[in-house]
């Protein structure tokens, strides 16, 4: 699929507009190159490896594993990867994780909870581009002008941390000013959905929770099952977890003990992503509101085929209206 050309040439010629978000300790190397391999860009947080040192062994995998199906299938190369880094200070890790990135030529790096011109430039400096999540216009706008390459909105109804802004909302003002790379997030799981999200402007759909429920997922089988179980009205919306408002299954805030119409509030200047923030997502599990398009468990290719075939399938209904 031929993509528009202010885009960069990283991001072109996918076989569908998707990426695979990033998913706090489930997306690991297995995930990402069945993801690539099926033809869509697949992703991971750096601190999923743990300890730091696993992330070398990580990259190692990846890369060499798509190498391999490039050399043989050269009609059908596999889709880059991205790296999701956090950028906020309470990462202690980011220097190391921005290193063993550059040592592997990480193609694309998707930077969170802050943006920042220090780690742009090193991601420019070995040939990457930078992709930065952002819950509104205002933090858009920044995330540019300190040279981020292009933007992941992320609007109501996205798994895990999440805005409150109506992607109708935020496409709009986005596209007002800025004609880069945009990926939309927030209550993708279709094919229709993908190409809804076109149509609002975007180049990509951002989906993650439909990829929670596939083969190669580290996520429990419970918590798999509980995503095809689920629909929106079992996402609950809170920042008791890590200081930062996010939409969560309620059926795992139950079975932790605790009532999910009466979570306290977190104070947000104190936001964890250390391994006691890690434990916690194990049992607290997050969702986005599109998962009711989700009814079994797949291989992550069949997902990408059922996506593609829901994605033809709407073109061509909108062709012939």
Not at 108 to 129: C, K, M, Y
Request: include cysteine; charged fraction near 20%; proline fraction near 5%.
């Amino acid at each position: 699929m031929s993509l528009p050309h202010r885009l960069p040439k990283v991001l072109q010629n996918l076989k569908l507009p998707i990426i695979g978000s990033p998913l706090f300790i489930i997306s690991t190397p297995k995930l990402v190159i069945a993801q690539c391999k099926a033809g869509v860009i697949g992703s991971m947080p750096a601190l999923n490896a743990r300890p730091a040192a696993q992330l070398d062994d990580w990259l190692a995998e990846i890369t060499e594993a798509l190498a391999a199906h490039d050399l043989a299938h050269p009609d059908h190369p596999a889709a880059p990867f991205a790296i999701n880094q956090i950028v906020h200070k309470s990462n202690d890790r980011l220097e190391h994780d921005l290193a063993v990135c550059a040592k592997y030529k990480v193609p694309i790096i998707i930077t969170s909870l802050g943006a920042r011109e220090d780690v742009n430039q090193a991601v420019h400096g070995w040939g990457g581009i930078v992709l930065h999540d952002i819950i509104n216009n205002k933090f858009a706008r920044k995330a540019i002008e300190k040279g981020a390459d292009g933007l992941i909105a992320v609007a109501a109804g996205a798994g895990g941390h999440a805005g409150v802004k109506s992607p109708f909302a935020l496409m709009q003002e986005i596209r007002a000013w800025f004609d880069g790379p945009v990926a939309l997030s927030g209550a993708i799981a279709s094919g229709d959905a993908v190409l809804a999200a076109l149509a609002l402007g975007a180049d990509f759909a951002y989906i993650g929770s439909a990829f929670i429920a596939t083969e190669e997922a580290r996520a429990a089988d419970a918590y798999k099952q509980m995503i095809v179980d689920s629909d929106s009205d079992d996402i609950v919306y809170s920042n008791l977890f890590t200081g930062v408002h996010g939409n969560y299954l309620r059926g795992s805030i139950v079975n932790a003990g605790m009532d999910p119409e009466h979570l306290p509030e977190s104070d947000p200047s104190k936001m964890n992503f250390s391994s006691d923030s890690a434990k916690a997502w194990k049992d607290i599990w997050g969702s986005g509101q599109g998962i009711g398009a989700v009814h079994q468990v797949l291989p992550a290719a069949a997902l990408v085929k059922r996506l593609a075939d829901e994605y033809l399938a709407a073109r061509q209904r909108l062709a012939l209206a």
